[in-house]
């Protein structure tokens, strides 16, 4: 089993800046991602990394969003900059034990929320104008 624990959520103004973590605990995960979900929406996918792999990003937050791993900490983290009323909503670690290309398939994919195995709770970021 995985436990995930995300924190760092909160409310902050168009143009600002949070940092997002996901402590996470149990057997390896090779696979992380985040997921969003704002209200009356399908949650998505934001960004992926992967041990020794590459990262892959949602085309609505490249350039704004960082995704990386302490490896050390096992912890993985979201840095989202220039943060817009549209990045709004409930985000979420996922994990899974396999490598990205076996969850998701090759291809420049975050992934579906389907495919992956370990969730954390959720964490909410509120954008104002």
């Known amino acids: 089993q995985v436990q995930l624990v995300e924190s760092g959520g909160g409310s902050v103004q168009v143009g600002g800046s949070l940092r997002l973590s996901c402590a996470a605990s149990?057997?390896?995960?090779?696979?992380m991602a985040w997921f969003r979900q704002a209200p009356g929406k399908e949650r998505e996918g934001v960004a992926r990394i992967e041990t020794g792999g590459p990262i892959m990003y949602a085309d609505s937050v490249k350039g704004r969003f960082t995704i990386s791993k302490d490896y050390a900490k096992n912890t993985l983290y979201l840095q989202m900059n220039s943060l817009k009323p549209e990045d709004t909503a409930t985000y979420y670690c996922?994990?899974?034990?396999?490598?990205?290309?076996?969850?998701?398939?090759?291809?420049?994919?975050?992934?579906?929320?389907?495919?992956?195995?370990?969730w954390g709770q959720g964490t909410q970021v509120t954008v104002s104008s």
């Open positions: 149990g057997h390896t995960t090779f696979c």
């Open positions: 996922a994990a899974d034990p396999r490598r990205c290309s076996v969850v998701t398939g090759v291809g420049p994919y975050v992934g579906r929320p389907s495919q992956y195995t370990y």
